[in-house]
């Protein structure tokens, strides 16, 4: 199965940019989505098919990709981003695969 | 408002079986992919299972398959996670989500298997 690698962390100061990278083989056929987790709670899908962003996501998240490198960028980040991001794909059979996460602080 | 809730989790033996349940509503239940996620302890996201809104067409990852099953009825707008000899490392939250790009998920319920 496919592999998809994330920093492990990620630290920005208040109202700077974040972005969060995401390398897999099979990101150049499929799209790729972003998913926020805040401690103890469920993921909340922030980008879908690249760079869409869902009703109710802040525009300070957007999305990139290109090749094998998706990207997830946070403009103006503030302390309620802090969060575990994962990226996540589907590989040609249809099968699903998570980033490794990415721990945001924003200190 | 879309909802799903996860149920069924518990405290097992490894060897066990057990089987989960995802219960959607707020949205047309027969038409859309159910995914199946889980999250052992202090670890990342690791995608289980999926299965097609008519439910002729799953797909496992590769260390799954063979333990686990995944079913639905849209009659009653349920999911189901069937695992079978279960082992100490399948102890996580199971999370089940709507669609290919699980745009809405569960609060997960969670499994612990004791040795």
């Known amino acids: 199965s496919s592999e998809v690698t994330q920093p492990p962390s990620v630290s920005v100061s208040p109202g700077q940019t974040a972005r969060i990278t995401c390398f897999g083989d099979?990101?150049?056929?499929?799209?790729s989505n972003w998913y926020q987790q805040k401690s103890g709670q469920a993921p909340v899908l922030v980008i879908y098919?690249?760079?869409k962003r869902p009703s109710g996501i802040p525009e300070r998240f957007s999305g990139s990709s290109s090749g094998t490198l998706a990207t997830l960028t946070i403009s103006g980040a503030q302390v309620d981003d802090e969060a575990d991001y994962f990226c996540?794909?589907?590989?040609?059979?249809?099968?699903?695969?998570f980033g490794t996460g990415t721990t945001v602080t924003v200190l | 408002e879309v909802q799903l809730v996860e149920s069924g989790g518990g405290l097992v033996q490894a060897g066990g079986s057990l089987r989960l349940s995802c219960a959607g509503s707020?949205?047309?239940?027969?038409?859309?992919?159910i995914t199946w996620v889980r999250q052992a302890p202090g670890k990342g996201l690791e995608w289980v299972a999926n299965?097609?809104?008519?439910?002729?067409?799953?797909h496992y990852v590769d260390s799954l398959k063979g333990r686990f099953t995944v079913s639905r009825d849209n009659a009653k707008n349920t999911v189901y996670l069937q695992m079978n000899n279960l082992r100490v490392e399948d102890t996580a939250v199971y999370y089940c989500?709507?669609?290919?790009?699980?745009?809405?998920w569960g609060q997960g319920t969670r499994l612990t298997v004791s040795s």
């Open positions: 299965i097609k809104p008519d439910g002729l067409e799953t």
């Open positions: 989500a709507r669609s290919f790009k699980c745009d809405y």
């Open positions: 098919e690249d760079n």
């Open positions: 996540y794909s589907t590989d040609i059979s249809g099968v699903g695969v």
């Open positions: 707020g949205f047309y239940f027969g038409s859309y992919w």
């Open positions: 099979a990101l150049p056929k499929k799209y």
